[in-house]
T-cell receptor, first 115, second 115 residues
C-alpha cells in the first residue's frame, strides 16, 4: 500500500520563477492538504483540497495556488518566487468522511530552494 | 487564533531513560484535538499520539504517553525506555474540531538519544 508520494524531492529555482509541486495521496484517501515548513520551524497550513475544490486556506498570499485532479492527486503552484519561499513543502492526505478522527498521513516533502 | 508553544528547542536523554517534552497552547475553544508528531531525518511526519480534549484519560501508545492538563492548556509527551530510533524532531500540534485538516504546529523539540 503506497503512502503519500511527493515529487520532486529537491529543486532549486531563482527569484521570480514559478514552481509546481506534486502529490499523490495514500491509497483510498480523497483529501489533500499542503504545509510549508521553513528551516527550523514547524509546518504551516497552506490549504486543503477535496472534490477538486479548495476547502480551507491558511494565511498565504494568492501567489500560492493549487489544484486537485479527479484521481485525488494534487499540485501546489507558487508564482513569483521569493527568497522566503525556500522551505520544505509537505503534502498530507486523509479521508474526508474521517476528518473528525484527525489523522493525517504525510509525505516526505519537496525541498525548495530559491536563489 | 490558536497558538502552540514548545519551549524546549532540544532535549537529550540516555538510552533506556525517560524524557518529557513540554507543549502549551492557547485557544478559546472547548472541543479540539492535540497531537504529537515525530519527524526523523527522512522528513516524513509520523503521528506518535493523539488526545481528544473531551476525554479526561491521558492517551498512551506503548512507550509514549501524554499528560493532558486542559485547564492549564498543557500537553506534554513522555517517552519511556528511550531508544536510538526515537531521535528526531517532535512537534506538538492542535486541531479545532471545526477546522477540517488544519493543524497548528509548535516550533518543535529536537530529541537526542545517547547510547
Amino acid at each position: 500500500d503506497a503512502g503519500v508520494t511527493q515529487s520532486p524531492t529537491h529543486l532549486i529555482k531563482t527569484r521570480g520563477q514559478q514552481v509546481t509541486l506534486r502529490c499523490s495521496p495514500k491509497s483510498g484517501h480523497d483529501t489533500v492538504s499542503w504545509y510549508q515548513q521553513a528551516l527550523g520551524q514547524g509546518p504551516q497550513f497552506i490549504f486543503q483540497y477535496y472534490e477538486e475544490e479548495e476547502r480551507q486556506r491558511g494565511n498565504f498570499p494568492d501567489r500560492f495556488s493549487g489544484h486537485q485532479f479527479p484521481n485525488y492527486s494534487s499540485e501546489l503552484n507558487v508564482n513569483a518566487l521569493l527568497l522566503g519561499d525556500s522551505a520544505l513543502y509537505l503534502c498530507a492526505s486523509s479521508l474526508w468522511t474521517a476528518v473528525d478522527s484527525g489523522e493525517l498521513f504525510f509525505g516526505e516533502g519537496s525541498r525548495l530552494t530559491v536563489l | 487564533a490558536q497558538t502552540v508553544t514548545q519551549s524546549q528547542p532540544e532535549m537529550s536523554v540516555q538510552e533506556a531513560e525517560t524524557v518529557t517534552l513540554s507543549c502549551t497552547y492557547d485557544t478559546s475553544e472547548s472541543d479540539y484535538y492535540l497531537f504529537w508528531y515525530k519527524q526523523p531525518p527522512s522528513r516524513q511526519m509520523i503521528l506518535v499520539i493523539r488526545q481528544e480534549a473531551y476525554k479526561q484519560q491521558n492517551a498512551t501508545e506503548n512507550r509514549f504517553s501524554v499528560n493532558f492538563q486542559k485547564a492549564a492548556k498543557s500537553f506534554s509527551l513522555k517517552i519511556s525506555d528511550s531508544q536510538l530510533g526515537d531521535a528526531a524532531m517532535y512537534f506538538c500540534a492542535y486541531r479545532s474540531k471545526a477546522a477540517g485538516n488544519k493543524l497548528t504546529f509548535g516550533g518543535g523539540t529536537r530529541v537526542l538519544v545517547k547510547p
